[in-house]
């Protein structure tokens, strides 16, 4: 999610602290990583991540403060509206890749915000039709030292009401109530986790995905997510997106539609991106297995890896 010229100008003002002024605090004397540098991020957002596979801190920022309603069924904020921050050490600074919820009269206030931090806004769309009130997705990427960047992205979210206090969410939820996601498991074929009122799936790609030549982690949004929410009287709801390559845009999208699966958006989120990704969102409202069997068909149309 950022682009080569932005990389420079980072890495030549890391070569400039490192001939002469005071260390920053993603670096210490020595040339040394500062291994505290997760508190410097949790410190600087207000809010403390949690460590994922591939050495990602990957922070959480639920739009708790939103009520929204598409098709009757009320948004959990882990299901449609979670903005969030994945930071990856990189030799001497720090990468950050993230998808901010805004509102549309958020958006010019924070991308100024960001602006003026030096962060990059990577895309800018909607993930869902006819919600109310009416969702976008900032994302956002950079390089530097920890506590630059989570400050300029604090700076940001302040423009918004997202809540900056309080822990992370409950996970590690067995089910989710008054919707079936076993049902729903066995018929995607894939397991996964309930969290806050969402059942959550990740489907990595079988390829890496690089991002102006660095590997892009699943942690850090380069895996196809399925959310699964109850939506009343035993039906669920789902949305997420599809990681994909050019060829397979089409078929997936194919068979989402047989199956009553509505998609909603595709678009990029990176700039530098090899292969070069699209991302497909999509929405539904239906029995939970019969959901799970049009999302396997969609996904068996993908160079994914295997389930297990």
Excluded: C
């Excluded at 600087?44 to 098709?71: C, F, H, I, M, Y």
């Excluded at 397991?191 to 982690?217: F, H, K, L």
């Excluded at 530098?272 to 959901?291: A, C, N, S, T, Y």
């Amino acid at each position: 999610m950022v682009q080569s010229t932005f990389r420079r100008s980072a890495l030549a003002g890391l070569a400039l602290l490192a001939v002469g002024s005071t260390p920053t605090l993603a670096q210490q004397p020595g040339g040394t990583p500062n291994a505290d540098w997760h508190r410097t991020v949790d410190d600087a957002l207000g809010k403390p991540g949690t460590e994922q596979p591939g050495g990602v801190w990957r922070v959480s920022l639920p739009r708790t403060d939103l009520k929204v309603t598409l098709d009757g069924v009320q948004i959990r904020p882990g299901f449609a509206l979670g903005s969030w921050l994945a930071f990856q050490q990189h030799g001497q600074e720090l990468m950050v890749m993230g998808d901010l919820v805004v509102l549309e009269t958020e958006i010019a206030p924070v991308m100024r915000r960001l602006a003026e931090g030096g962060i990059e806004v990577t895309a800018l769309h909607n993930h869902l039709l006819r919600a109310q009130p009416a969702t976008m997705y900032l994302h956002v990427g950079g390089h530097g030292d920890a506590a630059k960047l989570a400050s300029a992205l604090r700076s940001a979210l302040r423009e918004t009401a997202t809540p900056l206090q309080g822990a992370a969410g409950p996970v590690g939820e067995q089910g989710v109530e008054g919707v079936d996601t076993a049902a729903f498991a066995r018929a995607l074929g894939r397991e996964g986790r309930a969290t806050g009122s969402v059942y959550g799936v990740a489907v990595p790609r079988a390829e890496p995905v690089r991002d102006d030549g660095m590997e892009v982690p699943t942690a850090m949004g380069s895996a196809t997510a399925i959310n699964l929410q109850a939506a009343g009287n035993g039906r669920g709801a789902v949305t997420g997106d599809f990681v994909l390559n050019a060829d397979e845009v089409v078929p997936v999208q194919r068979a989402l539609v047989e199956h009553g699966i509505e998609v909603t958006a595709i678009h990029n989120h990176m700039l530098q991106d090899e292969p070069r990704i699209f991302f497909m969102h999509f929405w539904g409202v239906d029995d939970p297995e019969k959901l799970g069997r049009g999302l396997r068909a969609a996904i068996e149309r993908t160079k994914s890896r295997p389930a297990g």
